[in-house]
């Protein structure tokens, strides 16, 4: 590791520091995996609005196993591409009857099996749930890899790759939840607020 990847990541963690929560609200290991497929598209606001509703009307796995599709599609209406998500929802579910007694699994191939199941859900559950060094790229992580040039990739798989080459592993699940907050507050898609950011003087991207 560089002196300036060093010393990005000191100043993240003097801000933001590494005990950062989800932004996904989830009392079990399926309802994290659930919204973060509802999440898709979808601001985590929103799905946590749905979710508080959704997981009292269904309480347990079995339950979104044997749900009514047209309902549960109505149920999760407002985190948009309803027809997908929900079909993928009750299939996951059914899956997890079947194949793992009812619980999530721990591994990338497991996860990636399921039904609506991608890296960037995977590593959600594998950094929250088991405490697995994994990186989630989602598309404030895309952006801000790239404006700090520890990436030149827009596919999701290649940044996680070249960030999984240049941030130390100890760092790796801190790095989702700090860039996110950066993303959310300053390093914004447009209009992104260098004169306000801690980061300004090591960014090749800032705008000052």
Wanted: charged share 30%.
């Amino acid at each position: 590791m560089n002196k300036r990847t060093e010393e990005i990541l000191r100043r993240l963690d003097e801000v933001y520091g590494r005990d950062i929560p989800c932004y996904l609200h989830y009392d079990t290991p399926w309802q994290l995996l659930f919204s973060t497929i509802m999440s898709a598209q979808c601001t985590d606001k929103k799905v946590n609005e749905v979710a508080e509703k959704l997981y009292k009307k269904y309480p347990t796995v079995q339950a979104f196993a044997d749900a009514d599709l047209s309902e549960l599609e109505e149920d999760i209406h407002a985190t948009g591409f309803y027809h997908n998500k929900a079909k993928n929802i009750k299939a996951c579910a059914r899956r997890l009857l079947d194949d793992y007694g009812g619980e999530v699994p721990r591994t990338i191939e497991e996860l990636t099996s399921l039904p609506g199941v991608g890296r960037k859900t995977a590593n959600v559950i594998r950094g929250n749930i088991y405490h697995d060094p994994s990186i989630v790229v989602d598309t404030h992580v895309g952006r801000i890899s790239r404006r700090l040039g520890f990436t030149e990739e827009k596919d999701p798989a290649k940044v996680e790759g070249d960030l999984m080459k240049k941030i130390p592993r100890e760092h790796w699940i801190a790095i989702n939840i700090q860039f996110i907050a950066l993303g959310r507050s300053i390093c914004t898609a447009r209009s992104p607020k260098c004169q306000e950011c801690f980061l300004s003087d090591l960014c090749g991207s800032c705008e000052l």
